[in-house]
């Protein structure tokens, strides 16, 4: 009786070691999180700062908001509420400002202190043609986590 327990724990601890090296190991990646990340950019004459507040993070999407302010000209931009789609790590969406009335489309890529953001200006509409402000035109901006708030702002 012994004898056959001894050789059904053997032939499982066998399985699990096959299984082990059968099933090919994924790279571990840091959780993302919820908050606020920011980055500051400090020019000749002028400060700005690009932040992105993620409200809520599940397996297919993210739930997200990007803003743009500039002291000197002032100047500030918002996107309405993005609903990008998740695979892994990027999520992809299409935004509009809130303000100026700029659109386009970005790619952004979660970590756990900080993202990483590339958006592109498909186009503006309105009245006002002063450029993009939450277009990154193509560029990747890292921004780190500087809080725990999850509150979109001018929204």
């Excluded at 499982?12 to 920011?38: D, F, H, M, N």
């Excluded at 004459?45 to 500039?70: C, H, M, N, P, W």
């Excluded at 009245?127 to 402000?133: D, E, I, N, T, V």
Aim: aromatic share 12%; with cysteine; net charge positive.
């Amino acid at each position: 009786m012994k004898r056959k327990k001894n050789q059904k724990l053997l032939c499982l601890l066998v399985l699990v070691s096959l299984l082990a090296i059968i099933v090919p190991a994924e790279k571990v990646q840091a959780a993302a999180r919820t908050g606020t990340y920011k980055k500051h950019f400090v020019g000749a004459g002028a400060e700005s700062y690009r932040t992105v507040v993620i409200k809520k993070i599940t397996k297919k999407q993210v739930v997200f908001q990007i803003l743009y302010d500039r002291s000197n000209p002032y100047r500030s931009a918002y996107t309405q509420k993005i609903v990008g789609k998740r695979k892994g790590n990027t999520v992809t969406f299409q935004y509009r400002d809130k303000g100026w009335g700029e659109k386009g489309k970005g790619t952004m890529k979660l970590s756990k202190k900080y993202v990483r953001i590339k958006t592109t200006t498909t186009g503006r509409f309105g009245s006002f043609q002063l450029g993009s402000w939450i277009g990154t035109e193509g560029k990747w901006f890292k921004l780190k986590r500087v809080s725990a708030s999850k509150k979109f702002i001018y929204y």
